[in-house]
Nanobody, 129 residues
């Protein structure tokens, strides 16, 4: 089983940056793909970014179109942590951000919340205009 804890959220002005962290417990963290999702106020949860697991240190990343070029997902398996670097933040990025872990393959649908087995509690990101 994997337990996930997000941190790094907060209040930032438009154009600012934040780095979210997703810290995981468990010795098998490196074998899980990790996704970031967000839930804006009054809306459904949506995919943000994901990073594959790898046996050979080659990782693939996926992003929703609205964050491409602004957000970067990365992982440090030695620290059992995945990061989401968010630059050029916009008010529409305001949401609760969740990380999730799952045993996805390259053919999996990384944008589907149903593909992930474990979820964190979320961290609030608020971007003021």
């Amino acid at each position: 089983q994997v337990q996930l804890v997000e941190s790094g959220g907060g209040l930032v002005q438009a154009g600012g940056s934040l780095r979210l962290s997703c810290a995981a417990s468990g010795r098998t963290f490196s074998t899980y793909a990790i996704g970031w999702f967000r839930q804006p106020p009054g809306k459904e949860r949506e995919f943000v970014a994901a990073i594959t697991w790898s046996a050979d240190n080659i990782y693939y990343t996926y992003y929703t179109n609205s964050v491409k070029g602004r957000f970067t997902i990365s992982r440090d398996n030695a620290k059992n942590t995945v990061y989401l670097r968010m630059n050029s933040l916009k008010p529409e990025d305001t949401a609760v951000y969740y990380c999730a872990a799952g045993r996805l393959s390259r053919d999996s649908n990384y944008q589907s919340a149903d593909a992930y087995d474990y979820w964190g509690q979320g961290t609030q990101v608020t971007v003021s205009s």
